[in-house]
Structures are given as C-alpha cells and as structure tokens.
C-alpha cells in the first residue's frame, strides 16, 4: 500500500473508476472533475484535486515497523461568474460534502480511519479575477508500514519504472527490471 492508494481511493470514492461516468449518476455531489494533484486552473468547476502532501514517521516499538502519518490535502474550486456571494453558496456545502464522506472513512485500505483536520479558504487575488474559489481540507490518517509493505512498494516501483535511459547518453540503458507484472518477482 502507497499513499498514492490513498489518493485513488478517495477519487473512486467521488467519482466512481472512470471519469466518464456521468456526473448524474456519480455520488459526487455536483463535481465536474475529480483528479488527483490537478492545478486549480487546469479542474473543470466545481471540481475537486486530492493529494497526499506529506508525512511523518517514527518507529515502533523494537520492530522495524514504522509508523506513518501522512497529511492529505482535498482542494475544491468553484465558479460563478455572478458574483462572490453565488460561489460562497456553492463552497460551504462542497466542503461539508466532501467531510462528510471522507471523516472516519478508512476508504476499504489498511490505514487508520481519517481525520478531518482543517479547511480554509485559500483564493488569491487572481482567483477572484477569475471568477473561482479555492478551499483546502486537510485530512491525516496513519498506517504502519512494514517490510512487507515496503518490498511490495519496491517491486511496485521496479514494474512501473522498469528500465530508463540516461540523459548525456540517450542510448544507453542505465536499469532494467526483470520483474514480471503478475506476482513481482523476477523470472
């Protein structure tokens, strides 16, 4: 498990596997485009961007488990070319939403349930010219990882960046995994 698990889960959770589903039929509230760490500009609105932004460790007990915390921010935008008063009615019931269905939701993985922290409105003055409002909800949950775990993540990592090329010399392989795509272990 990756805190990238994370972040799916909560983009499947709002908008079902695949972005096509129309919104109608989507339990997403009135989302137009759920993403994963998605520039605010770049979301059809409302829309919603999650990532997991950081985290913290410590070690547990004399094991060589460690014991992650990590920090998970939800970015909502909303637009109205109205007027500010129209997007503040849109927001405040996003961001209720969006804690609702996500406080104490441990999304079906082996985290600890999450734990709204926070939200604040973070628009700029170029938001405002644009039309939009931005609000960040921060969520924490923890999980252990252990090396089990961390081996699964290694050969996860090995499968996706199975081999790479060296810049100064474009031509010549620098890695090659060997991992077979069905169990993670070499051939």
Same mark, same amino acid.
């Given at each position: 498990?990756?805190?990238?698990?994370? $972040?799916?889960?909560?983009?499947?959770?709002?908008?079902?596997?695949?972005?096509?589903?129309?919104?109608?039929?989507?339990?997403?509230?009135?989302?137009?485009?759920?993403?994963?760490?998605?520039?605010?500009?770049?979301?059809?609105?409302?829309?919603?961007?999650?990532?997991?932004?950081?985290?913290?460790?410590?070690?547990?007990?004399?094991?060589?488990?460690?014991?992650?915390?990590?920090?998970?921010?939800?970015?909502?935008?909303?637009?109205?070319?109205?007027?500010?008063?129209?997007?503040?009615?849109?927001?405040?019931?996003?961001?209720?939403?969006?804690?609702?269905?996500?406080?104490?939701?441990?999304?079906?993985?082996?985290?600890?349930?999450?734990?709204?922290?926070?939200?604040?409105?973070?628009?700029?003055?170029?938001?405002?010219?644009?039309?939009?409002?931005?609000?960040?909800?921060?969520?924490?949950?923890?999980?252990?990882?252990?090396?089990?775990?961390?081996?699964?993540?290694?050969?996860?990592?090995?499968?996706?960046?199975?081999?790479?090329?060296? $810049?100064?010399?474009?031509? $010549?392989?620098?890695?090659?995994?060997?991992?077979?795509?069905?169990?993670?272990?070499?051939?």
């Amino acid at each position: 498990m990756t805190d990238f698990d994370i $972040e799916e889960r909560i983009s499947v959770l709002f908008c079902g596997e695949n972005d096509k589903t129309p919104a109608k039929e989507r339990d997403s509230f009135w989302f137009k485009s759920i993403d994963i760490q998605t520039g605010i500009t770049t979301l059809s609105r409302p829309g919603m961007s999650v990532a997991v932004m950081s985290g913290d460790y410590e070690t547990e007990d004399a094991t060589d488990n460690l014991k992650v915390t990590s920090k998970i921010i939800v970015t909502l935008v909303v637009k109205n070319v109205a007027k500010e008063k129209e997007r503040r009615r849109i927001l405040h019931p996003c961001v209720k939403h969006v804690v609702w269905k996500l406080q104490g939701n441990d999304l079906g993985l082996e985290i600890d349930p999450l734990k709204v922290k926070n939200w604040k409105d973070v628009t700029t003055p170029e938001h405002l010219a644009a039309a939009l409002l931005v609000a960040e909800i921060e969520f924490e949950t923890v999980y252990t990882l252990t090396p089990e775990t961390e081996e699964a993540s290694y050969r996860n990592l090995l499968s996706i960046w199975s081999s790479f090329k060296s $810049e100064e010399e474009p031509h $010549e392989e620098l890695a090659t995994s060997k991992v077979n795509f069905d169990n993670g272990e070499t051939p």
